[in-house]
């Protein structure tokens, strides 16, 4: 009878066990979900920053006014063609 | 008093009563009335709750986004829950950006419930998750990193739910929206919600993500270059579409109209949604039907009346003036015609042909049709049919490109037809669809149409152009220094409301460029410019000004090893034309002599399992262009390892 007892007390702890177990896993999951989501929702505004920064909305006044630059002509650009390797440049 | 024996057999038969009657209970309970129970324990224990699903992002054609979904987050607040009003209040008037004035009174006001919307993004709310008395709800949000960039043709969403109301966000609603998903949250007595372990029934499924063909960098070059020019000309309005003829792939798309004082607004995409009149930018159109229907040949003339006609459109003697800009003496071929743009030389030229030759030919090239492209509210132009011209009349009007409608894009989708020797294909906005995990779902090929003109015939007519943009044509204002684009100007007379709106024009400009191997279509168009009105004048300078740009960006689609052939030797004498008054002084002539360059398509090395940096040299070496997702290992890329793509492609590397 003690012997059944026993195996009844030691099963209903593992059954007590797991599901503490899990539980706390859930709660770590959520957390993680929830600091992955804040995280790539600080990315995302990260992003955006650079994007609005890097355009040209901002950056050509900026060159313009700051470094005295302007939009070329196409007369002043060149267009390097960088050989491929096909076209037998050897190292 | 009774006997013993028979208390005891009564109380024996109360106690079995009793247990019949549990047991009875029991019985009803368990076998009949279980599930009904049952369920009300589950209700009492748990709640079902929808997870929503992740609306699939669009991005442009190199990985920009241009409309994402985001968490974002209302809060809830119960203030009898709340431990310390002042030190939490503070907390979330700082988390949240709201004035503690305003928080401060909503608390104290006794409610038990304070609502804020927000939105709140996940950063906003993260110091809050753990606060006793605080309820975040979860949502998604959609939202446009890149601002108003390309929003006409984006669209956006319905303000009850996140679905499409507009533009590109309505017509892929099916593919962007993905299914949401179910779980079941544990209760306690309190009704307190707290994670199970198993809750989720059904996970949700994000959405497919979208790739345009939208190159956001040409977009915005369209867009500010569209600007500068209706502020500086006083316009109405006007639309900007950049396509590249070879896949029908539209690159940038810009509309602006009048806000009155505020200056333009982008209030909808008039590049799909308003036909306008095109002028002389549709001669060539006539000219093909000509050339197809072999009514002219390259010596054929025509008298150009010194620029004025009085043209006869009945029997009876009526007459119909016919006036051109250019006061031409003597004679016109076709090609001068096309030169000069005038329009006595094409109204004569275009009594060869029956009328239903020329509402065939029109009809061909795309207008008064649908162009196919997946904008939701395109429309399909104004082209009568024949039988409701006037005969004579309407013939000479549609020579001219007047008395019917068409798009900007269909125009684009027109020119682009003469670029792609002859061969129309359907305009198209996506490019690539991907499932959220990334795998290929769909990938746009070109789409054929027709055959519109023979390729003699689009070359005919590319030359055409090239005079008509050259040296003596109207539209040599459009011409650059080092290279050479085709381009055809008109202006016409506004059409509004049923009726011309005398001293109104619309002034636009059709481009092919670069001219040997063209890789743009561009379509200007300007809506009553103020001062100067022609198209020459107004709308393709503005052309000439964003094409420099896009060739000086290296962002932008444009495939420069095919430029290899440019006759650099033509820059010192463009050095003396009237653009030199613009150059910096110090001018590059062209100092490096450019290797033969294989134009054809190459194969996607495989590079999946290789470190990024091996993988990014492999890419280099096969001429394409390389955007990084992650570092580590290729996991995948697209185009896909084995297909082909032109070089100078960007191919997107995702690692793990």
Redesign the interface.
Known sequence: MLLWLLVFLGGALIVVGR?TA??K???Q??DLR??R??L???R??L??RI??AS???VL?PAARRGLGL????????????V?????GVSR | MAKPLVRIAAVQLGFALVIVAILARAAQLQLFQGERWGEQARRQRTERAVLPARRGGLFDRNG??LA?S??FYHVGIAPNELTDVGSTGRLISRQLGIPWSVLSRDLRAGKRWVYYHGPF???QV?SL?RVSGIHLSQDYQR?Y???LLARPIIGGLSAERESGAAGLELSLDSILTGAPGEAVLLKDRAGRR????A?VIREPVAGNDVVLTIDA?LQ??AE?GLDDALSRMDADGGDVVFLDPNTGELLALASRQSAGRSGYTASRASTFTDPFEPGSTAKLFTAAALLIHQRVDSSDRVFAEGGTWHMPITSSGITRVITDAHKTTGTLTLAQTIQVSSNIGIAKFSSRLAPEEQFEMLRDFGFGTLTGAEFPSESRGRLARPDKWQPMYTRASLAMGYEFGVTPVQLAVAYGAIANNGMLLTPTLVREIRSPQGDLLYRHHPEPVRQVVPPSVAAKLREYLKGAAGEGGTGEEAQ????TLLGKTGTAVRFENGRYVRGEYTASFAALFPADDPQLVVIVKIDNPQGKYYGGLTAAPVTRTM???A??SRRVAID??R??DVDTGA?PE??TSS?AA???RL??S???S??K??RAVRLVPEVEGRPVREAALLLH?Q?FRVTLRGLGRVSKTAPAAGDTAAPGTTVVVWAD
């Open positions: 599901q899990a539980f896993t859930a709660r999951l959520r929830e600091t989501g804040s790539e929702a600080r995302a505004e992003e955006r994007r609005v355009s040209r909305e050509v302007h939009e070329p002509a196409d007369s002043e650009f060149v267009l390097f063609a050989p491929s390797p096909a076209a | 920009v986004p994402v985001q968490e993004s996940a950063t993260q998750r939202f990193p890149s601002r707290y994670d199970s372990p809750r960098e915005e070059i500010r650059l220094v080092n290279y094409l420099q740009q060739l000086a420069r090893s430029f290899a820059a463009a050095q653009t613009t150059m910096a001018v590059l062209w100092p490096y450019t290797p360059v294989n070496r001429g």
